[in-house]
């Protein structure tokens, strides 16, 4: 039989904690009731700030609440990731999530976060691929072209890259392992002089973004010999992919919603469902576009399970990050 003390301290804990569950579950019906952060590891006017900004703005309209862009730069998204994963997860706290930050995740021990344990996903906004472009002189018409070119010569072509164990870096190296070929990389301290060294034929093919080099690629001064996608890009399709090349590859990459890990799921499928209002948005959709992403939405959990397949994808390159 229960003595009267112990009913009396049972008593007491159900008078503090009763209240508790429906508070919250109406903080959850009345949410968003104050503005939400959204966070993001790189510089005002980059495409993935743009494009933040751009759902932002979306957002305020179907929410009904400010969605504030809050940008810290540094680190390859190091930052930003730290900072997210001390926040409560209630869902006034958003990471505006790169794909780079999972390679990060999946291939440097000291990164300070985890992907796959630290963060709630809600939906991706964008996916889109990379390019291998050359000079307009270059001697490679094809990427069949250089690929034989690098198989006859081992270690004598090069590769540019804007720094090194980032997503570029990494996809070129799943190339040369998928096709067997040595291509020794050059790393910049950015895209400036990679597109200069490009175009001037310094180095033999570049590993960057469309958008990076449209300028020149529009004035006939480069040209883009693949692209990494699995399936020819809806927005380039006269460009050939790897994968014709070299059966199997693909890399791509990603921007989206996550937060801190704990987020309620009804809030992540409240804030998902948003996120598709926004980006169905014809003048959304052509904004993206100019910018050579896709618009793409998808649940949290396939969310989720895009950031673990990704991972497991990089996880074994980790040999060619240097610290």
Excluded: C
């Amino acid at each position: 039989m229960m003595n009267k003390s112990r009913r009396r301290l049972i008593g007491s804990l159900a008078a503090v904690t009763a209240p508790a569950l429906p508070n919250w579950a109406a903080a959850q019906a009345s949410y968003p009731s104050k503005p939400i952060r959204l966070v993001h590891g790189y510089g005002v006017g980059t495409n993935s700030d743009v494009i933040g900004r751009l759902v932002a703005a979306g957002l305020r309209d179907v929410l009904g609440q400010p969605v504030v862009m809050d940008t810290m730069p540094g680190a390859a998204e190091r930052i930003a990731a730290r900072h997210v994963i001390g926040r409560p997860a209630d869902g006034y706290t958003l990471y505006f999530m790169t794909g780079g930050a999972n390679v990060i995740s999946a291939t440097d021990p000291q990164a300070g976060f985890d992907t796959l344990k630290d963060f709630s996903y809600i939906s991706t906004v964008t996916q889109f691929p990379f390019a291998l472009i050359v000079s307009a002189a270059s001697p490679f018409r094809t990427l069949g072209d250089l690929l034989d070119a690098a198989k006859k010569n081992p270690g004598k072509l090069n590769y540019g890259i804007p720094g090194l164990g980032n997503t570029l870096h990494l996809s070129m190296e799943y190339l040369k392992a998928r096709a067997g070929v040595e291509i020794e990389a050059i790393a910049y301290q950015g895209a400036s002089q990679q597109i200069a060294d490009t175009v001037t034929g310094r180095v033999d093919v570049a590993v960057s973004t469309l958008s990076t080099f449209n300028s020149t690629l529009q004035a006939g001064q480069a040209r883009a010999l693949a692209l990494t996608s699995a399936q020819r890009w809806p927005l380039n399709r006269e460009i050939q992919i790897v994968a014709e090349f070299v059966p199997g590859y693909e890399a791509m990459s990603w921007l989206g919603f996550a937060a801190p890990a704990g987020l309620p799921a009804e809030l992540a499928d409240r804030l998902a469902e948003a996120i598709r209002s926004v980006m169905a948005r014809d003048d959304v959709r052509r904004q993206v576009h100019t910018l050579q992403a896709e618009t793409r939405t998808t649940t949290p959990a396939a969310f989720r399970s895009l950031v673990e397949a990704d991972f497991n994808k990089w996880k074994p390159l980790a040999r060619f990050v240097k610290s």
